[in-house]
């Protein structure tokens, strides 16, 4: 039989093998007493990702890691489910999601989100069988970048690291792009993209409108991945966009590299400009939301003074 529980001070020296270099793991391990120490905050209040661990005895056979993507829309992000090889189809991986589920979903967390593999069928068995449906896929394109001469932006734009100030648009940017059925899911909240510390915006300088949006994240220094986003009806800048974030920020670092772009099957722009611009697609991941309805509260009854007419619930 086995447990679920928050981790202890020891378990981060037993976790460091299982994470194989993880890139959470890090963080999680240099912030070790605020991780344990944010198990008594509300979880929309918490600064880090929550991980619990599957524990028979004072072994870690399992762990399930979380993060809040949106506290407005009571949205939390499962970022990993890891099972010792030796113990997996045992059933503890669908313990750790259900609990998560169970404990999350009884404070009032409403969504929950992960991205799967496309072709890693038994996570997506497993997460099929603890009622998560597909909202998106999630595709990759990748180019290996050389030494070339790009067009830029003209001087009617501005580029620039993002700040505190944009952050009321970003969110609204990227809702403007996510169909408005998918909005309560996958919207994500300026917490989210506070988070984000090499991220850039896009200005119209005549309108003072920020209309775009990247991040860009070096996992290694020839290996970039970039997220984007671009107000509707501004779209015909993707390219551009794009284009001057490699001549201006990754060239100036490096003579080649290879660059992957991610980019939702709702955001068609996008997508059709990387394939026209010789991308091509590596992976392909499924978006997967679990909603959890949560009950009306009942209000206290009310007694209706003689002669007046009763309340009505609302």
């Known amino acids: 039989m086995f447990k679920i529980r928050t981790p202890q001070i020891s378990d981060f020296s037993k976790l460091e093998p299982l994470f194989q270099n993880h890139p959470l793991f890090s963080s999680l391990n240099a912030n070790k007493f605020i991780c344990i120490a944010q ?48 113990v997996r189809k ?19 967390i409403e969504h929950f989100l992960v991205e799967v593999d496309s072709q890693n069928f038994p996570a997506l068995s497993l997460f099929h069988q603890c009622g998560f449906r597909r909202y998106a896929k999630v595709h990759f394109y990748q180019k290996e970048m050389g030494a070339e001469a790009l067009p830029v932006l003209g001087n009617e734009f501005i580029i620039r690291p993002q700040l505190n100030i944009d952050l009321n648009d970003i969110e609204k940017l990227e809702l ?27 200005i119209d300088k005549s309108r003072k409108l920020l209309i775009g949006w990247a991040q860009i994240d070096c996992i290694k220094d020839n290996d970039c991945l970039i997220e984007m986003l671009i107000s509707p009806g501004w779209t015909h800048l993707y390219k551009p966009f794009l284009d001057t ?16 772009i991610k980019a939702t099957d709702y955001n068609t722009d996008l997508s059709n ?3 026209e611009s010789k991308f091509l697609p590596v992976e392909v991941k499924e978006l997967l939301v679990r909603t959890v309805w949560q009950k009306a509260k009942e209000k206290s009854k009310q007694s209706a003074n003689v002669g007046a007419p009763s309340i009505a619930p609302t």
């Open 39 to 86: 198990t008594i905050i509300p979880y929309n209040f918490r600064v880090m990702p929550s991980i619990h661990l599957a524990v028979e005895k004072e072994k870690i056979l399992g762990f399930i890691i979380l993060s809040s993507v949106s506290p407005s829309n009571n949205a939390w992000q499962i970022d990993d489910v890891y099972i010792q090889e030796e």
């Open 245 to 260: 974030i490699i001549s201006e920020r990754l060239l100036s670092k490096t003579n080649s590299f290879k660059l992957t």
């Open 176 to 202: 403007s792009i996510i169909p408005p059925d998918l909005r309560p899911a996958l919207g994500r909240s300026k917490k989210y993209f506070k988070s984000k510390k090499d991220a850039l915006v896009l």
């Open 90 to 108: 045992h059933g503890i991986g669908e313990e750790l999601v259900r609990y998560a589920i169970s404990v999350y979903g009884g404070y009032g």
């Open 273 to 275: 400009i990387l394939t």
